[in-house]
């Protein structure tokens, strides 16, 4: 089955902790995208990709950093700089200007 | 940034009623695009209109674009309780928003409860 995938789908961190969530594709799409989500709000951009080896910054990049060294493949680190890491994060991908498909999401926690 | 805002917030309907949201955005683009969100899922592409086209359907679902009065809207007839989620509205590929690319920027989404 073609799809976007996401692990884990629940994850822990505690306070001063970096920790990566995966995002998988087989869809062939060029575009990746990270978005954040919290509760009752739309989703917010983190970083984006284009291309292999190539990504952007969002709207709200500060504390998170991505690698696209595969076309599969767009992992998003939330970093001990990210000072409320706790929401909602999706990830999509796409061909260029057209319709996005999501992953199921990772539901992010600080303890 | 976020640049659609949907009205309105929540809605609350009974089966079988259509439902209408609305979508205001800010500046031009170059599609428009309704999502849907379960709770707690990821989002579903719904439909995307073009910005020369001015209505678009898809089974109950019926779309309209005003580029004038920079808004569209999102019908859904018969409801059923299956449609109960969120729907978000997103524009993508503004000319003035080039630090995005081709990313979307979405709304807040209307809450939409459909009971039976």
């Known amino acids: 089955d073609g799809g976007i995938t996401q692990s884990p789908k629940y994850l822990f961190r505690k306070e001063g902790q970096n920790v990566t969530l995966s995002c998988e594709q087989n869809?062939?799409?060029?575009?990746m995208y990270w978005y954040r989500q919290d509760p009752g709000q739309g989703l917010r951009l983190i970083y984006y990709?284009?291309?292999?080896?190539?990504?952007q910054k969002g709207d709200i990049a500060e504390g998170y950093s991505v690698s696209r060294e595969k076309k599969e493949s767009f992992p998003l680190t939330v970093t001990s700089a990210q000072k409320n890491p706790t929401a909602f994060y999706l990830c999509?991908?796409?061909?260029?200007?057209?319709?996005?498909?999501f992953g199921p999401g990772t539901r992010l926690t600080v303890l | 940034s976020q640049q659609g805002e949907e009205d309105p917030q929540a809605l609350s309907i009974q089966e079988g009623e259509n439902a209408t949201m609305n979508c205001s955005y800010k500046t031009s683009i170059n599609n428009l695009q309704w999502y849907r969100q379960n709770s707690g899922r990821g989002l579903v592409h719904l439909i995307l209109?073009?910005?020369?086209?001015r209505e678009k359907h898809s089974g109950r679902l019926r779309v309209t674009l005003d580029t004038s009065k920079k808004s569209s809207s999102l019908l859904i007839t018969a409801s059923r309780a299956a449609d109960t989620a969120s729907y978000f509205c997103a524009t993508g590929g503004s000319k003035t928003n080039s630090n995005s690319g081709y990313a979307l920027n979405f709304g807040k989404g209307t809450s939409l409860l459909v009971t039976p």
């Open positions: 869809l062939n799409h060029d575009a």
């Open positions: 990709s284009q291309i292999v080896n190539d990504f």
């Open positions: 209109i073009r910005s020369n086209e």
């Open positions: 999509a991908s796409s061909f260029t200007r057209t319709e996005q498909f």
